[in-house]
């Protein structure tokens, strides 16, 4: 019953953009930490950006600073990364983790749920 949902993924070319959507089920994503990170094939984990639940810490990795951005609609119950100027070395499985307590963080994070990903290629 508790989880994350991740869309948004596809194919894109360079310099395009694309929005990924976790979307929780069975819980308030309002009231969780959420982070987004990736993987690409044959390559360790990498945080790309977390926000609290008050929306009021926001990181990002260095390399998708300025080019990244993560935000909340409580709404609608979801939490995006809108990407813009994507680049090939942004290819990876996209997935996101959501955490009840503890602080935003990209580096060995806690969380309590995680989605299945959702698979960005950026290529010509």
């Known amino acids: 019953q508790l989880q994350l949902v991740e869309s948004g993924g596809g194919l894109v070319q360079p310099g395009g953009s694309l929005r990924l959507s976790c979307s929780s089920s069975?819980?308030?994503?309002?009231?969780?930490?959420v982070g987004w990170f990736r993987q690409a094939p044959g390559k360790e984990r990498e945080g790309v950006s977390c926000?609290?639940?008050?929306?009021?810490?926001?990181d990002y990795a260095d390399s998708v600073a300025g080019r990244f951005t993560i935000s909340r609609d409580n709404a609608k119950n979801t939490v995006y990364l809108q990407m813009n100027n994507l680049k090939p070395e942004d290819t990876a499985n996209y997935y996101c983790?959501?955490?009840?307590?503890?602080?935003?963080?990209?580096?060995?994070?806690?969380?309590?749920?995680w989605g299945k990903g959702t698979l960005i290629t950026v290529s010509s």
């Open positions: 983790g959501a955490a009840r307590f503890g602080p935003c963080q990209l580096e060995n994070p806690h969380m309590d749920f």
């Open positions: 926000i609290s639940s008050l929306s009021g810490n926001i």
């Open positions: 069975g819980f308030q994503i309002d009231h969780y930490v």
